[in-house]
């Protein structure tokens, strides 16, 4: 319905928008304005994340340290191969996306259903995946100690191999309790118990002559460095954690606080806090992104198979959804970038 401008002597239609204004249908134009508000708060994220990242770049994990899992390879050292395989699987699955919105333009209702089923499949794959690399995160592998100024420590031997804390413990004949608020002070409680005590790594590292510690701290391949530090055999050859010596290893054993396995908002083994806040917080804020775009395929999906819109005689809202789908596979490639690669 057109509106009526009067200006000075002048009469005239103003624009009435209709269905379509701009030229896109509404609900298009909808999506659009909700995909940019959303890329500007993974922006935000993604800043702060960068910000915090340049604050604490001494000690920020390194990613080839961290995530090294691959399913049912356990014990094979598998640098960034899942990750770049899960970022694979999302980015085929916007292919197969374009695929059912091309199929949708000729009308095809079975090829739309097929490359629908594809896409789904792909998202609910990277979304398990994804779970499961957070399991692994989670749980850790390694374990680490954190003194009382909050550094974390690594136990490595003597060629600068890590070890498990499992090779450096002696365990010992001791009854711990759990502190709760029923029995602590002031409500403090604390979580789960870790399988071994302060104690228990503290006598390990001293029957251990030839162990070290390395610390949070990292250095790079720079001339100075390789004429100071030996490289640490690993992964990554352009970043290397500080070896101490044994002498300096024991002084900071001796002022150990917590044995810390895995990561969490409280305590993170692979280096900074600030990483593990992070990276729950914008993944899991991107997996259910991810899981809200396989949940609206999977309905699409349903209409396309009971043939809803080969009765409308359009298949818009494929497109609608195809939109959102490229939206959250573009967020990943940024997330990827940030945390993985860079």
Known sequence: ???????????????????????ADYGKLMMWFFIVSDALTFTGFLAAYGFSR??????????????????????????MYYVALMTFILIFSSVTMVLAVDA?????????????FLTIIGGVIFVGSQAWEWKN??????????????????????????????QVVVLLPEEREQLTRSKGKWFMEEGSLPTYSVAEVQAGFKAHPD?????????????????????????????????????????????????VEGANLHHNEYGSKLFADFFFFITGFHGFHVFSGVVINFIVFLNVVLGTYEKRKS???VEKVGLYWHFVDLVWVFVFTFFYLV
Do not use: C
Not at 8 to 22: A, I, L
Not at 137 to 166: C, M, N, P, W
Not at 237 to 253: F, P
């Open 1 to 23: 319905m057109g509106a009526t401008v009067t200006t000075g002597n002048n009469t005239e239609n103003g624009w009435g928008g209709g269905n379509e204004p701009m030229g």
């Open 54 to 79: 340049f604050k604490f770049i001494d000690n920020w994990p390194i990613a080839d340290e961290v995530f090294t899992h691959f399913p049912f390879l356990h014990g094979v050292e598998a640098p």
């Open 211 to 259: 162990y070290l510690i390395r610390t949070e701290k990292i250095y790079r391949d720079t001339k100075e460095d390789k004429e100071n530090k030996a490289l640490q055999p690993g992964l990554n050859k352009n970043k290397h954690r500080e070896i101490l010596t044994r002498a300096e290893s024991e002084k900071m054993v001796s002022n150990a606080a917590i044995v």
């Open 137 to 166: 995160f989670i749980k850790g592998e390694y374990g680490a100690i954190e003194t009382k100024g909050g550094s974390i420590i690594q136990f490595v031997d003597k060629d600068g191999k890590r070890l498990k804390l499992e």
């Open 315 to 317: 298949y818009e809202m």
């Open 104 to 116: 949708g333009h000729q009308m095809k209702q079975s090829k739309v259903a097929f490359y629908m």
